[in-house]
C-alpha cells in the first residue's frame, strides 16, 4: 500500500471533463514528477489531492484513509499535505515571518515564541531569515517563492505538492528554487511536482508521469520516460521541449 | 509608383525649419487680462472697505488682496523681455535660441494669464458678494451673528460629531456583517444571503429622512417602555440601520476584489473558512475599501443633519432657531462652516493611511 493512493480519479468542470481517470501510487520519500502540456491537468490533480478543488469520481487515499468526498476533515489533511503555487500566493498585507508562522500558530496552536523560532530557522535554511521583516511585494519573485515553500513546510507537512513553482520566475532565479527543492528531496520528503524544468526533473524524479488530456499516458522512471519514450504522444511532447531548448 | 518613389524627395521635401512663434501679442494679451484683474480687485477692496465702513482690518485684507493681484505683472514683464530677446536673435539668425527664447516668453504669458484668470474670479466674488449694498455679505456672513450664536451651534455641533462617531463604529461592525452574510457558501447559507439580500435592497432604497422619522417617532409609539429612551439614539439607529446597507456593499465589493488564490492558499495550510476570512481576506478587504468606507462616512456625517427634523437639538435644528430669532442665515453659514472644518482632515487623514500603508508595501 503506498502512502499516497491516488485512484481513477475523474474531474469536470461542467462538460469540460479535465481528468478522465487518473490512478498514481506515491510512496513515502518518493519524488514524482508530472510533465506535460499546458492544460494536460497536472495543476488540477495537485489541486485535487489538498481538494482545493472537489473530485467528480474515484478515490485519493493518505496512509490508507480516504481523503477525498464527502466527510472528510479538509482542514485536517491539508495539515498533512503542504502545496506550493506558481504564483506564490503569500499575504501581502503580513511580512514574510507573519506569513510563515500564521499556520503554526493558528492551527497548530503553538506558541508565538516557538513557531517564530521555527519559522527562522526554516527562512535560514532558505537563506531569507534576513528578509523576514519583509512585505511580499518588496520581495523579488525567487525570494516569494521560497517564503511560499517555508510556509508550506512550517506545517511540517508530510506530503509536498508543487505546482510549477520555477514558471512565473525570472530565469536566473529559477536556480535557488529548485536548489532548495533538491534539498527537500535529499532530505526524503515525499513530494508531488508539477514542471516544466525537465532537467530538473531528471534529476531528483524517481517517477516521471507524462500526462496528456486528462489521463496518464506514460510512466517510469526518469531515464525510461527522457531516453527512451514509448509512447508516440510523449516523444512529440519530449521533441517539441527539446526544440525550445528546454532539455 | 513604388514605395521607395513615395518618400522621394520631389514629393516629400525636407522639412522647413520651424520658426519661432510670437511673443508679443500673448504677452500683451496677458497685460491687458492682468490689468483688468487688478481694476476689479482694487474695486472689491474699496467695496470691502465701504460695506465695513473704514475698519482698519477690511483695509488691510483689501490692500494686501490689491498687492497680491499685480503679482501677474512681474511674468509680463519677463514675457516682453523675451518677446525682445527673440528679435534680437532672429536678426542675428540664431534661430535655435530664438525659438527658446520665444517658448520662455510664451510661458512666461501663460503663467501670467492663469494667475490673472484666478484674481478676476476672486474679486469677482468679491464683487457680488457686496453687489446690492452688501446683500450677500449681509445674509450669509453677518460676523454679529456667528458671535450671539457660537456658543450653542458649537454646543449643538458636538452631538453630530458624537453622533456620527457612534454611528461610523456601529456601521462598521453590522455593515460587515451583513456582508459576511451576504457571501456565506453552499445552502446551508442560502437563507441568510437571502436575508441580507433584502435588507440591503430595502435601506438602501428607502430616503435616509424616512428612517429616521419612522424609528425616532415610531419606536416609542410601538414600545413604550422605550418612550423616555434619548431620542438621539434612536437616531443613531436610523443612521446605523441605513449606512450599514451601503457599507455591506463597500466591504463586499473589496471582498470580492481579493483574488481567490489567496483564499486557496489559506485554505491549503489548513486554516478554515471562519479563520480565511479573519486572518486573510477581512484585513485585506478593508485596507482596499478605506477610501470608499470613508466618503460613506462623510456623507454620514453630513446626515447627522436630518436628524434636526427629528426635533434632535444638533446644529442644523439650533441654526434655524437661530436663524428664525435674528432674520439672518448666518448661523446656517456657521453650520456648513462647521462640516467643512471636519470633514476635510478626515480627507487628508485617508489619504495618509493609504500611502502609509503603500509606502510599507513598497509602492
Known amino acids: ?247 | 509608383m513604388t514605395a521607395s518613389e513615395l518618400v522621394s524627395e520631389e514629393i516629400q521635401p525636407g522639412p522647413a525649419p520651424s520658426r519661432p512663434r510670437p511673443v508679443t501679442p500673448l504677452a500683451a494679451g496677458g497685460l491687458l487680462f492682468s490689468v483688468v484683474g487688478i481694476g476689479l480687485m482694487v474695486w472689491a477692496a474699496s467695496q470691502l472697505r465701504d460695506y465695513n465702513h473704514g475698519a482698519l482690518a477690511a483695509t488691510v485684507v483689501g490692500a494686501v488682496l490689491v498687492v497680491v493681484s499685480l503679482y501677474p505683472l512681474w511674468p509680463i514683464l519677463r514675457s516682453f523681455a523675451a518677446a525682445r530677446e527673440r528679435g534680437a536673435l532672429l536678426r542675428d539668425d540664431k534661430l535655435v535660441l530664438a525659438r527658446r527664447a520665444s517658448a520662455a516668453g510664451r510661458e512666461e504669458a501663460q503663467i501670467a494669464m492663469g494667475y490673472a484668470a484666478a484674481i478676476v474670479i476672486v474679486a469677482g466674488l468679491l464683487l457680488v458678494a457686496f453687489a446690492n449694498s452688501g446683500g450677500i455679505a449681509q445674509t450669509f456672513f453677518t460676523s454679529s451673528a456667528w458671535r450671539q450664536s457660537f456658543p450653542q451651534m458649537i454646543r449643538a455641533f458636538w452631538t453630530n460629531i458624537w453622533v456620527s462617531a457612534v454611528a461610523q463604529v456601529l456601521v462598521l461592525a453590522f455593515g460587515l456583517l451583513l456582508a459576511i452574510m451576504r457571501m456565506l457558501p453552499g445552502r446551508a447559507g442560502a437563507p441568510l444571503r437571502l436575508i441580507a439580500l433584502v435588507y440591503c435592497d430595502i435601506f438602501r432604497a428607502i430616503p435616509a429622512i424616512v428612517t429616521i422619522l419612522l424609528i425616532v417617532f415610531g419606536i416609542p409609539l410601538a414600545f413604550p417602555t422605550t418612550a423616555h429612551w434619548p431620542p438621539v439614539w434612536l437616531g443613531i439607529l436610523a443612521l446605523t440601520m441605513t449606512y450599514s446597507a451601503y457599507v455591506a456593499e463597500v466591504y463586499r465589493a473589496g471582498l470580492s476584489s481579493i483574488h481567490p488564490s489567496q483564499s486557496a492558499a489559506a485554505r491549503s495550510l489548513g486554516l478554515s473558512y471562519t479563520q480565511t476570512l479573519r486572518t486573510v481576506l477581512v484585513p485585506q478587504a478593508i485596507r482596499r475599501v478605506i477610501p470608499p468606507l470613508l466618503n460613506d462616512f462623510i456623507s454620514l456625517q453630513k446626515d447627522t443633519a436630518l436628524l434636526s427634523t427629528a426635533a434632535i437639538a444638533e446644529v442644523v435644528l439650533t441654526s434655524k432657531l437661530w436663524e428664525a430669532q435674528l432674520f439672518n442665515l448666518s448661523p446656517v453659514t456657521l453650520a456648513a462652516a462647521f462640516f467643512i472644518i471636519i470633514t476635510l482632515p478626515q480627507a487628508r487623514f485617508v489619504d495618509y493611511l493609504i500611502d502609509r500603508d503603500a509606502r510599507r508595501r513598497g509602492h
Open chain 1, 1 to 247: 500500500m503506498a502512502f499516497l493512493e491516488i485512484h481513477e480519479v475523474h474531474k469536470s468542470y461542467g462538460h469540460n471533463e479535465v481528468l478522465k481517470g487518473v490512478s498514481l501510487n506515491v510512496e513515502r520519500h518518493e519524488v514524482v514528477c508530472l510533465i506535460g502540456a499546458s492544460g494536460s491537468g497536472k495543476s488540477t490533480l495537485l489541486r485535487c489531492v489538498n481538494a482545493l478543488e472537489e473530485i467528480s469520481s474515484g478515490d485519493i487515499r493518505i496512509d490508507g484513509d480516504t481523503v477525498s468526498g464527502a466527510g472528510v476533515d479538509l482542514n485536517a489533511l491539508r495539515r498533512d499535505v503542504g502545496i506550493v503555487f506558481q504564483s506564490y500566493n503569500l499575504f501581502p498585507h503580513m511580512s514574510v515571518l507573519e506569513n510563515v508562522t500564521l499556520g503554526p500558530t493558528r492551527i497548530e496552536g503553538l506558541p508565538k515564541k516557538e513557531a517564530r523560532e521555527r519559522a527562522m530557522a526554516l527562512l535560514e535554511s532558505v537563506g531569507m531569515a534576513e528578509k523576514a521583516q519583509a512585505y511580499p511585494d518588496n520581495l523579488s519573485g525567487g525570494q516569494q517563492q521560497r517564503v511560499a515553500i517555508v510556509r508550506a513546510l512550517a506545517m511540517q507537512p508530510r506530503v509536498m505538492l508543487l505546482d510549477e513553482i520555477t514558471a512565473a520566475l525570472d530565469p536566473e532565479l529559477v536556480g535557488d528554487v529548485l536548489e532548495i527543492v533538491r534539498k527537500l528531496a535529499e532530505g526524503g520528503l515525499t513530494m508531488l511536482l508539477a514542471t516544466h524544468e525537465m532537467g530538473f526533473a531528471k534529476e531528483v524524479a524517481s517517477q516521471v508521469c507524462f500526462l496528456d488530456k486528462g489521463s496518464i499516458c506514460e510512466r517510469g522512471s526518469a531515464q525510461d520516460i527522457f531516453e527512451n519514450p514509448r509512447e508516440e504522444r510523449t516523444q512529440q511532447f519530449l521533441s517539441r521541449v527539446v526544440k525550445s531548448g528546454r532539455l
